[in-house]
């Protein structure tokens, strides 16, 4: 299914996700100051739009602390926390004053969220109820540039943010116990997704610039697999499963094609053009964000948000 959620301008980054009735549904964050929310598999509009007053950067769902389905979104001077609701109740925000200004959101396991800035990571241990005294402001090295992609941080598990840093490294954040470094891409990191493999081993997957692929052992920093080359540079890339069971990751590169991988060996399973939508004549459309959801009843759903202001959703 093809979107084009705002108009002409600027899709920065797409999520899927199922709300608390169990319908699936696509968030959208762009330039226009808006994050919008779609029917998944109809495309049809969902409510009304949540407003930001400056560009909006990135939009992640994510369960509360409640089992609430939670949206947040981050533009230049702020975080916003909403509930998924049709009265697009704003539950948070945190003002870019009260920190240094925050780019990027990374969900945690428990219900938390990581607001990831310029030379701190706040972590909120509750986003529902707002700022509280036990949530955590982490310092760390001088962090990832302003307009770095949309999906190039994750968090593993409850209290570890991932980031890529300007020196072409990667940081796991272990507030209170030394930081687990990432060495050896050769040019800067544009994509991390962390996961459990097949065996249950936690994993940190990155790509870069370098046009390589990596797979991490996310507690020590050792490489497991790779450096995996690829013709086209990799913008980004998350990891789930297939309609088969199969622990895949899906990534998307700077000339609009999908690729996919199996998450255990990197092993190349698939590569697919971006499908008709796109104006051939107007050069490639470079996929800026990759999300993947599995539904009980729809299978799993993958959607990318592209360049040339579409979004796609496919059932993989």
Request: charged share 15%; with cysteine; aromatic share 4%.
């Amino acid at each position: 299914m093809l979107l084009q959620p705002h108009g002409f301008r600027a899709v920065r980054d797409a999520v899927v996700y199922s709300a608390d009735s169990g319908e699936p549904r696509v968030a959208t964050a762009s330039d226009d100051g808006s994050v919008r929310r779609w029917h998944a598999l109809t495309g049809a509009s969902v409510a009304g739009d949540l407003r930001h007053t400056e560009p909006v950067l990135t939009v992640v769902a994510f369960t509360g602390v409640s089992g609430a389905v939670l949206l947040a979104s981050t533009g230049l001077v702020g975080v916003c926390v909403w509930r998924d609701r049709d009265d697009s109740s704003l539950l948070y925000k945190l003002h870019a004053s009260e920190v240094q200004p925050l780019w990027h959101l990374a969900p945690m396991a428990g219900g938390g969220l990581a607001c990831v800035g310029d030379a701190e990571v706040v972590i909120l241990a509750n986003p529902e109820a707002g700022a509280q005294p036990h949530d955590q402001t982490v310092p760390s090295p001088p962090l990832l540039p302003m307009r770095a992609p949309a999906r190039s941080v994750c968090a593993r598990g409850a209290r570890s943010p991932v980031i890529p840093l300007p020196t072409h490294e990667v940081c796991v954040l272990e507030p209170g116990c030394p930081n687990v470094m990432l060495h050896g891409h050769t040019s800067r990191v544009t994509g991390i997704a962390a996961y459990c493999d097949s065996s249950g081993r936690e994993c940190i997957l990155t790509t870069s610039w370098d046009r390589t692929v990596r797979r991490w052992c996310a507690h020590t920093g050792d490489l497991l697999t790779g450096p995996i080359d690829v013709d086209e540079t990799i913008a980004c890339l998350t990891v789930g499963r297939s309609r088969t069971g199969s622990l895949c990751v899906f990534a998307g590169d700077a000339a609009g094609c999908m690729r996919v991988w199996c998450a255990d060996t990197l092993a190349r399973i698939g590569a697919q053009a971006l499908p008709p939508g796109h104006d051939a004549a107007a050069g490639p459309a470079a996929v800026l964000s990759v999300d993947v959801h599995t539904t009980r009843e729809h299978g799993t759903l993958l959607v990318a948000a592209s360049m040339d202001a579409k979004v796609r959703v496919w059932s993989v």
